[in-house]
């Protein structure tokens, strides 16, 4: 899968980052809790340098339960502050909030022995489309920033200051120049951090259900009531397509409208709670 979409407002985005990161507290880091890994952009190591840092796994609402829980302990095992949620949910501000308060107290009490007030700034960083925005509105109950469901929505930086008087930076999402694993690239794309204009959303789609037939069979065989497993992953699109009645004048398949129905319904939960990725050094 050949993705090249690293367009000129994600370069000015990081080198933002790089100026603000200094004048930051820490970093509040959003993973797609449906592919977490794959979410872990390069660029942002040394990004992140030595500034505590929180990871979010967002979008709970349409992930595998199982796999949130492994991520969990995954994260504790290494001491890293985390948190599952659902940033669409208002009740999951209470949540998100702790998780900050608690990562920086030390270095608050720190400023405060010292008499200084300043307020605590998080920086919030992540893949494009990963709830980013969305996550900082939940925490201030207004709707103070942009968000859609499509990648770039946010293009510059914004602070949001909130009554606890925690300061958050929103970021524009971004990607890195080349992806060498084209199971990453993939899941970039089914989870809609990479605009679909720029790939072959037909190929996108193919690899979804080979992913899915792979990794949850009874999930895609309930939603498109099929078989999957005893099939080749393009008679399974072209069954889809036919039940679904994507035809062209003629009864040539409609492959763009089926494959854009198929990451629609993976997108959207109607083939279920699905997580493809495990922590590092766990083999699925
Ligand atoms: N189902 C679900 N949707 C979510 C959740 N969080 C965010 N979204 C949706 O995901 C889409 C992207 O959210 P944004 O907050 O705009 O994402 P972002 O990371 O700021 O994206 P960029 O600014 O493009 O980098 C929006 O349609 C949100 O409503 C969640 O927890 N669950
Ligand atoms: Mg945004």
């Known amino acids: 899968m050949n993705i090249q979409w690293f367009p000129g407002h994600m370069t000015k985005a990081l080198r933002m980052m790089e100026e603000n990161v200094k004048i930051v507290d820490a970093v509040g ?3 797609d809790a449906r592919a977490p890994l794959s979410c872990f952009n390069p660029s942002f190591q040394s990004l992140i340098g030595n500034k505590p840092c929180v990871f979010i796994l967002n979008k709970c609402d349409l992930a595998d339960d199982g796999k949130i829980a492994i991520w969990r302990n995954y994260f504790r095992a290494q001491n890293q502050p985390f948190a599952s949620v659902t940033a669409t949910m208002s009740a999951e501000a209470g949540k998100i909030a ?3 308060e608690q990562a920086t107290q030390n270095l608050k009490d720190k400023l405060r022995s010292k008499g200084v007030f300043k307020p605590i700034r998080f920086m ?28 770039g929505v946010t293009k510059g930086k914004q602070w949001v200051r909130l009554s606890s008087g925690l300061e958050l930076l929103d970021t524009p999402g971004t990607l890195w120049p080349k992806f060498d694993n084209e199971t990453v690239a ?28 792979q990794l ?8 498109y009531k099929t078989q999957c497993r005893d099939k080749k992953v393009n008679e399974l699109f072209d069954e889809i397509a036919v039940r679904r009645g994507f035809l062209l004048k003629g009864g040539e398949i409609d492959r763009e409208r089926c494959a854009k129905a198929i990451l629609d319904d993976f997108r959207k939960g109607k083939i279920g709670k699905i997580t493809f990725d495990l922590p590092p050094e766990i083999i699925q």
């Not at 960083?125 to 201030?140: A, H, R």
């Not at 949850?216 to 939603?223: N, S, V």
């Open 29 to 31: 880091y959003v993973l």
């Open 124 to 151: 919030i960083i992540g893949v494009p489309n990963c709830g980013k925005s969305t996550l900082i509105n939940c925490l201030s109950g207004k709707k103070a920033l942009i968000t859609g469901d499509k990648p």
């Open 216 to 223: 949850y069979p009874e999930l895609l065989e309930r939603r």
């Open 98 to 100: 702790s998780l900050f």
């Open 186 to 213: 993939s899941r970039l794309c089914f989870i809609g951090s990479v605009k679909d204009d720029v790939v072959d959303v037909c190929e996108v789609a193919n690899s979804l259900l080979e992913q899915l037939c």
